[in-house]
Nanobody, 124 residues
């Protein structure tokens, strides 16, 4: 079974950038759809982005289109998300779940395995 661990979170000023990483261990992720979700305090988990097995197809929530970029490197068992022009609303815990399927999912229940998440805090 794959284990996932996110990193790269931290504190950033509004307008700044962060790059999140998700490292997989245990099993390779080359046949796993990968996603990013975020959860702000007291709120439901929200879909952010997802990427197909080969990275050829990417999907984004409307709120992050043009601002975030998801990518993957199957040889390194890694998934990444570049986040630019961050605003206060993006403060949340970000998680990278995996889905052993061919189709992308945009709801949390569509994913099998989750990492513990990494905190992103955007401040003025």
């Amino acid at each position: 079974q794959v284990q996932l661990k996110e990193s790269g979170g931290g504190s950033v000023q509004a307008g700044g950038s962060l790059k999140l990483s998700c490292s997989a261990s245990g099993v390779g992720i080359s046949t796993t759809v990968m996603g990013w979700f975020r959860q702000a305090p007291g709120k439901e988990r929200k879909f952010v982005a997802a990427i197909s097995w080969t990275g050829g197809k990417t999907y984004y929530a409307d709120s992050v289109k043009g601002r975030f970029t998801i990518s993957r490197d199957n040889a390194k068992n890694g998934v990444y998300m570049q986040m630019n022009h961050l605003t206060l609303e993006y403060t949340a815990v970000y998680s990278c779940p995996g889905r052993r399927a061919t189709r992308v999912a945009t709801t949390p229940t569509g994913y099998d395995t989750w990492g513990p998440g990494t905190q992103v805090t955007v401040s003025t």
